[in-house]
């Protein structure tokens, strides 16, 4: 079965420190890949996605993730952290066929220290 | 262009009583996705709708649950005689298109708490 695995719940990093969020997939076919934040009491917003072509994404608010095939990753960074970057990241797998439905991982919810 | 639009934004219930949510997808977006977040956890898809259509809802409980996306109008998630599991957060998310890689693009979501 599909499935996708954040290992880390809970991340706390200084501000201006770099960032990296771990996910990893389970899935036959080519994944569609993407990340989401969510801030407090809020829906989800998409920072960036992958489905094809270059293996390195760029995103929006400076980060950026990388597809890793052989490891069945795509891992979110960012060089520098802002304190507004404070939220709780979704890693999420698209299926191919006739449904569009993501699949996501249970969420790293990212602290920021001043 | 507004984004998606979800009412109420928190909604009460008591045990027993009905929860309709709705969901109104963007402008230009004919396809409409409904998710759980129960606390704690990652968003659960429940249901995919197209107008008229619920193309697949193999992510809805058997009972008491049901969606409908009709010609005119809101999506409505409609939950019958809740009970203190269904309190959570249910996300709506529309697409232009249902292709795999087409980005949802979500609502600020209805919290339900169910007394």
């Known amino acids: 079965a599909q499935s996708v695995t954040q290992p880390d719940i809970h991340i706390t990093v200084s501000e201006g420190a770099s960032l990296e969020l771990r996910c990893n997939y389970s899935y036959g076919a080519t994944p569609y890949l993407f990340w989401y934040v969510q801030s407090p009491g809020q829906g989800l917003q998409l920072l960036l996605k992958y489905f094809s072509g270059d293996t390195l994404v760029q995103g929006i608010k400076g980060f950026e993730a990388e597809f890793k095939r052989s490891q069945s990753s795509f891992n979110l960074r960012k060089p520098s952290v802002h304190w507004s970057d404070a939220a709780e990241y979704f890693c999420?797998?698209?299926?191919?066929?006739?449904?569009?439905?993501?699949?996501f991982g249970q969420g790293t919810t990212l602290q920021v220290k001043p | 262009n507004a984004g998606v639009m979800q009412n109420p934004r928190h909604l009460v219930r008591r045990r027993g009583q009905e929860a309709r949510l709705r969901c109104s997808p963007m402008k230009g977006h004919s396809h409409v996705y409904w998710y759980r977040q129960l606390p704690e956890e990652g968003l659960k898809f429940m249901v995919y709708?197209?107008?008229?259509?619920?193309?697949?809802e193999s992510g809805m409980p058997k009972e008491r649950f049901s969606a409908e996306f009709p010609k005119e109008g809101p999506s409505i998630l409609r939950i019958q005689q809740v009970v203190r599991g269904d309190s959570a957060a249910y996300f709506c998310?529309?697409?232009?298109?249902?292709?795999?890689?087409?980005?949802?693009?979500f609502g600020p979501g209805t919290r339900l708490t169910v007394l």
């Open positions: 709708l197209q107008k008229e259509n619920i193309i697949d």
């Open positions: 998310a529309s697409s232009p298109l249902r292709e795999p890689s087409d980005t949802q693009y």
């Open positions: 999420a797998v698209g299926l191919s066929g006739n449904t569009g439905k993501l699949i």
